[in-house]
């Protein structure tokens, strides 16, 4: 199976970013990518270290899927949450739903509980490593396994750039991987609760996320691409 090859060479990478970037970090946002990464940082390089963003507003569901984490892999891992003079400020400002109301204050929000939290998380750290694939979205097809980040000052790796939803569910399927049950509830993308819907069929992969939103829109800013990025394609071939 073609899902197959491809975890093989994700752990050849994962191997090569332990040894080569250390400290290296995976930034485990709990979606069904991550939980491969998960499985497979677990097998081949144990000593990357792994951290989750708890925004204040995520599902249950996956509250419950860090709690499975922990009990299948015997690691918890290190969650960064906001800063709280922060999200108090903004909520007595602009209310505690702002994010509808505009792309600026929804960004503002993402910046607050996400993209801050994710800078204190890779500080002093050589690379982090996230489940980016080009198949997610219009904002991801030139995705590439290795990149500079320039904000954060160091290696950003993407070992599932080039894997399809089939591949991921392959992997997830048979070796019995946990991951969250809202997947079952054509949530296919997760974000936090109130930014997060169930999609159609036919719809796009995000689409569920900030959905009253156009597509060019659709990041939190966590992976802004900056056109001066820098790519390092065979960094850890």
């Known amino acids: 199976m073609v899902w197959e090859r491809k975890a093989q060479e994700v752990g050849r990478r994962l191997v090569a970013i332990g040894r080569d970037h250390a400290p290296a970090v995976f930034a485990n946002s709990l979606g069904l990518e991550d939980m491969v990464l998960t499985d497979l940082i677990m097998q081949h390089a ?117 894997w399809t939803l089939a591949d991921v569910w392959g992997y997830i399927r048979a070796f019995d991987v946990p991951y969250n049950t809202l997947h079952d509830r054509d949530y296919p993308s997760l974000g936090c609760a109130p930014c997060t819907r169930a999609v159609a069929p036919g719809e796009d992969l995000r689409a569920g996320r900030w959905w009253w939103e156009s597509g060019e829109t659709k990041e939190c800013g966590c992976h802004a691409r900056e056109e001066q990025a820098v790519a390092e394609e065979d960094e850890v071939s």
């Open 46 to 162: 144990p000593g990357i270290g792994m951290f989750t963003l708890d925004t204040g507003r995520l599902p249950e569901e996956t509250y419950r899927l860090m709690d499975q984490v922990a009990g299948r892999y015997g690691v918890r891992m290190a969650v960064y949450f906001p800063d709280t003079g922060a999200v108090e400020g903004f909520t007595r400002r602009h209310g505690v739903n702002a994010f509808y109301e505009s792309v600026p204050l929804r960004r503002e929000c993402c910046r607050i509980r996400k993209v801050e939290p994710l800078g204190r998380a890779l500080a002093a750290k050589k690379a982090w490593i996230t489940g980016l694939r080009r198949e997610q979205a219009a904002t991801r097809q030139e995705v590439t396994f290795s990149e500079f980040d320039s904000d954060h000052g160091l290696s950003k790796f993407n070992p599932l750039a080039d």
